[in-house]
């Protein structure tokens, strides 16, 4: 990673973090995606999206580093970026896939039992037309169209009477399955989730480093409840501040950094204020 004061790895959430929760611009992060080039140190998106949608994303960062989506199922590493080959990776076009989540598909008849045990309506993206979900989320219907090419995470929403977060996550877990909620969505997942995805990709980046990693520093922003596993398998969590202003209080981690700023400004100051430590 040249020659950087300081080794290190950065995880990041993407929408209502490094990406504007309403514009889903990243212009007020600029500086710190500037200072994080400028010392070659590696951003690792990690994001509910799709790899659909992520790559255009991508394409704008000028990002080349490995990203996880659909809430830790899917590592997609590029080619060649690591010299020992990881485990478990499969080639697919110009990236080592490792798969840690459950097929979409079993995930949607999931869906549709939970939602029978409850007696409510569930709508996943499965059950939404393209200009719904454009509706819900602010995207643009083409982008939406991304969004439903989905492999390893059902987001859904509730209709009619609402049943707590506990008791999704029972009946899901009763399936072998989890629940997590994001800045807009339930999302319905397998064995998976953004702190498993995150240990396999920093057991990969300690093996480049050599002497263990022992050197590396780890550090990861988010800035909701689903993004708690990628913050509690780092050194430096960072939470930044919801639409609304405040801090999600289900994020609760004993040496968790509250940066101030909604989404990318927050994400901007978190960011400068951790290399300046460094």
């Not at 690792?44 to 659909?70: G, N, W």
């Amino acid at each position: 990673m040249g020659t950087s004061m300081q080794k290190m790895v950065l995880f990041s959430d993407l929408d209502g973090t490094l990406l504007d929760p309403v514009t889903y611009s990243f212009e007020a992060a600029r500086e710190g995606l500037e200072a994080l080039r400028a010392r070659r140190i590696p951003l690792v998106l990690a994001t509910s999206k799709t790899r659909a949608e992520i790559e255009p994303i991508r394409f704008r960062l000028d990002h080349h580093d490995p990203f996880i989506v659909e809430n830790g199922g899917g590592v997609f590493i590029p080619n060649g970026l690591f010299k020992v080959p990881t485990e478990g990776g499969q080639l697919r076009g110009p990236y080592q896939v490792i798969e840690v989540g459950t097929p979409y598909g079993r995930l949607r008849a999931a869906l549709k039992d939970i939602a029978t045990d409850l007696g409510c309506e569930l709508r996943g993206f499965g059950d939404m037309p393209v200009k719904e979900i454009a509706e819900r989320t602010g995207l643009t219907e083409a982008e939406a169209v991304l969004a439903k090419q989905r492999e390893y995470d059902e987001p859904f929403v509730l209709a009619g009477s609402a049943p707590g977060l506990e008791e999704l996550q029972r009946l899901a877990k009763a399936r072998g399955l989890a629940c997590t909620r994001g800045g807009r969505f339930y999302h319905l997942l397998g064995n998976a989730d953004k702190g498993k995805a995150c240990r396999l990709l920093l057991e990969a980046y300690r093996r480049q480093h050599g002497n263990g990693g022992a050197d590396l520093l780890t550090a990861a922003v988010g800035d909701s409840l689903n993004d708690l596993p990628m913050l509690a398998v780092v050194d430096r969590p960072i939470l930044v501040q919801r639409p609304d202003g405040s801090h999600d209080a289900d994020v609760n981690l004993p040496n968790l950094v509250l940066a101030p700023g909604i989404g990318p400004a927050g994400w901007n100051r978190g960011v400068l204020d951790l290399l300046r430590a460094c």
